[in-house]
């Protein structure tokens, strides 16, 4: 059965950063496609960023040059690294694999 756990959330001011981690259980992560998604009150699901097996990666329009998705096959692992932060990126964040796989989320705030 696959599991996966969302840390890393939290506040911070605009224009701070945040790394979200995801550890997955149950998948062999350098296997698999990986993504991080968003959803913030009232508005749809959305794709933040997604990480194949092989490729590139590929992100949302309004994220692209401020998130980095990466992967650590050793550690099961695949972060989100958030920079330059806006209020609009306050969401839940959700780790997702190929299969219909979801995390539980992690709340970020982009606040002052």
């Known amino acids: 059965q696959v599991h996966l756990v969302e840390y890393g959330g939290g506040l911070v001011q605009p224009g701070g950063s945040l790394r979200l981690s995801c550890v997955a259980s149950?998948?062999?992560?350098?296997?698999?496609?990986l993504s991080w998604y968003r959803q913030a009150p009232g508005k749809e699901r959305e794709l933040v960023a997604r990480s194949p097996p092989v490729g590139e990666s590929v992100y949302g329009k309004s994220v692209k040059g401020r998130f980095t998705i990466s992967r650590d096959n050793a550690k099961n692992s695949v972060y989100l690294q958030m920079n330059n932060l806006k209020p609009e990126d306050s969401a839940i964040y959700y780790c997702?694999?190929?299969?219909?796989?979801w995390g539980q989320g992690t709340q970020v705030t982009v606040s002052s």
């Open positions: 997702y694999s190929n299969g219909n796989h």
């Open positions: 149950g998948l062999i992560v350098r296997l698999s496609g």
